[in-house]
């Protein structure tokens, strides 16, 4: 069983679609960061990587940080370092951080869950693909950047 941002493109597998997470650009709260952090050159093919670039080429922004993961993206921001594109679920629930767009549509990430075929009727498999669709479920709105009960954001 996976739990992927992709469908495979061939195989033997039952796939469904887990649910979405909306993503959006935070920067530090009350920080005037008009930089970017965003990922490496070899990952600039990556949606919120895209996403960035053009917004860094539209406004002449610089890029001031260049990393791998989004763990040390959420660090940068929460430094001051700039802004940069997060998981609404993760910049929303930090009290250090404020929104600066609304989700963007175009960087939203996929998740699909894949079992190969004959896996899928288990008990046990089955529990598990229920109990991952039930999560999504029960977090949508949060996910979706929509959670009532995060602080308002600036925009």
């Known amino acids: 069983m996976a739990l992927r941002h992709q469908p495979p493109e061939s195989g ?16 530090r709260r ?4 008009s930089a970017w952090v965003t990922y490496t050159d070899e990952q600039a ?12 080429d539209e406004t002449g ?6 990393a791998s993961s989004m763990l040390m993206h959420l660090e940068a921001i929460r ?34 869950i894949i079992v190969h075929r004959d896996l899928r009727r288990s008990a046990c498999v089955r ?4 109990w991952v ?3 999504f479920a029960e977090h ?3 996910l979706a950047g929509r959670d009532p009960t995060q602080i308002s954001r600036a925009r």
């Open 79 to 112: 430094a001051g370092t700039g802004r940069g594109v997060l998981p609404c679920y993760v910049g929303d629930g930090h009290p250090l951080l404020e929104q600066v767009t609304a989700p963007i549509p175009e960087i939203a990430a996929e998740y699909w």
């Open 45 to 56: 093919h990556y949606a919120p990587a895209r996403w960035v670039q053009r917004q860094a």
């Open 61 to 66: 922004q610089p890029v001031a940080l260049r």
């Open 127 to 130: 529990a598990v693909i229920d």
């Open 12 to 27: 033997d597998f039952y796939v469904s679609k887990a649910g979405t997470f909306a993503c959006a650009a935070y920067r």
């Open 140 to 142: 949508r709105e949060l």
């Open 30 to 33: 009350g920080a005037d960061a």
């Open 133 to 135: 669709k039930a999560l």
